[in-house]
């Protein structure tokens, strides 16, 4: 499905525009655990849980789904779309509403929006409804994928490692529950509806820790405004990751791996069937993907935070990669374990580039307008990954086609994090 401290967060030496404006309202100070930390700290966790959980399930149950809406091939291929559509486009807009409401605020609707979805979704028998349903839910996915960086800058500057690591983690967690499970909670209640609603109050219980935070942040502006004077001050420059090199390199890798995750999650099952594998036990391979993962997920993070340039990750965690995707198309039956266990390694590339984010930015405004540029337009490159492999598998019939073409977008994403590798700030780029 992650405790040295980052670069001093200093003030961005960005060009000024003097003139006229209201006297700008400080960001909320960073959270000590004294004074509600550990409860920003739970709220991004239980977050993270909820960040794939109505992704995967409804992976897993799609051919029950598709049988009890009577979904068309058509309709079925837009909600499985529907998540990298919903998190390129509706993540974008995250930065704007964050310039106008408080992050926890703006958390608060997120999962409020996703707890809908998944309740309306899971008892509506329309077919368009469903989609609608699902894209508000992953709306809601859309804008949290995008905050929780931002949040770890604004609230653990001095921890981002271990705290990125810790929700990295999480996420990895949730997608796995949530794909193993959904199935026998489904058949355990007679129906695919509960296997795919019950994550809904998973969604909601998220929600609760925000309600406080939210509340506090508000009277915090309000405060701030009443107290405030006009002043003249120097209105900094927005910061705008699409018109630098960093921004673009950060977006390409995050798109390239996410692509062969998505490509991997979609096929690697059915390549292991093509092996000779059992439908279950290609199943569990594909599971042990993400299960080993987890430990990943947990000290990437930390890793990435100690050392001065990033390029001996980058260039392990595409060995690991490479070595699998090799593997794989000279042997798929004989050693599918270690296939497996280097495909895990590989994917650590996904909690690598989140910890990223937040390293390649002085401010907690940089680190949302990276995050924000970074995923939405990387899961525009990820949404190519399944589509293509599915094409050159059916082209072909095998899988060295598919395999090769994955190998190629693992060297535009080592190309890309070469670039990202060298410590540098998007605030200082243009």
């Known amino acids: ?154 609230h653990f500057p001095h921890r981002t490692g271990l705290v990125t690591g810790a929700y990295t983690m999480a996420l990895t967690v949730g997608t796995t529950v949530a794909a193993a499970s959904a199935v026998p909670v489904a058949h355990a209640f007679g129906s695919w509806r509960a296997g795919l609603g019950v994550w809904a109050g998973l969604a909601a219980l998220a929600v609760i ?58 096929w690697l099952a059915q390549l292991f069937r093509d092996a000779g594998y059992r439908p279950e036990a290609a199943g569990l391979l594909l599971a042990g993907v993400t299960a080993l993962g987890v430990p990943v997920a947990l000290t990437m993070p930390a890793l990435a935070g100690r050392l001065a340039t990033l390029r001996p990750l980058v260039l392990s965690l595409t060995a690991f990669s490479t070595a699998a995707y090799v593997g794989l198309a000279l042997a798929p039956r004989g050693l599918a374990p270690l296939w497996v266990l280097l495909l895990a390694l590989g994917q650590g590339a996904f909690p690598l580039i989140l910890t990223t984010i937040g390293l390649r930015a002085r401010t907690a405004e940089g680190t949302v307008a990276l995050s924000a540029f970074a995923q939405s337009t990387g899961y525009v490159i990820a949404a190519l990954g399944p589509l293509l492999v599915g094409i050159l598998y059916e082209a072909t019939g095998g899988w060295t086609a598919p395999l090769g073409f994955l190998l190629v977008a693992l060297a535009v994403q080592t190309a890309a994090g070469m670039v990202i590798a060298r410590p540098r700030y998007i605030e200082d780029e243009r």
């Not at 998540?83 to 486009?89: D, L, Y």
């Not at 925000?210 to 405060?223: C, D, E, N």
């Open 209 to 266: 820790p925000w309600v406080p935070l939210a509340l506090r942040a508000r009277a915090a502006r309000r405060a701030a405004d009443r107290t405030a004077t006009p002043a003249v001050v120097a209105a900094p420059a927005r910061v705008r990751p699409g018109r630098t090199r960093l921004g673009w390199a950060m977006a390409v890798y995050f798109g390239a791996q996410s692509l062969s995750g998505y490509a991997i999650m979609g």
């Open 1 to 154: 499905m992650t405790p040295p401290p980052p670069p001093t967060a200093t003030a961005p030496t960005a060009d000024v525009t003097p003139g006229p404006a209201p006297a700008a309202t400080p960001d909320p100070p960073a959270v000590s655990p004294a004074r509600g930390g550990l409860l920003v700290l739970v709220g991004m966790l239980l977050v993270a849980l909820n960040l794939r959980a109505a992704v995967t399930s409804l992976g897993a149950l799609l051919d029950e789904i598709r049988v009890g809406l009577g979904l068309s091939g058509t309709m079925a291929g837009l909600v499985t779309t529907l998540p990298t559509i919903a998190f390129a486009g509706l993540g974008a807009l995250t930065p704007w509403l964050v310039r106008r409401w408080a992050a926890p605020r703006v958390l608060v609707l997120a999962m409020i929006a996703l707890t809908a979805g998944q309740v309306l979704r899971a008892v509506t028998g329309s077919a368009a409804v469903f989609v609608l349903t699902s894209a508000l839910a992953l709306a809601g996915i859309a804008v949290a994928n995008i905050l929780l960086p931002m949040l770890v800058k604004q």
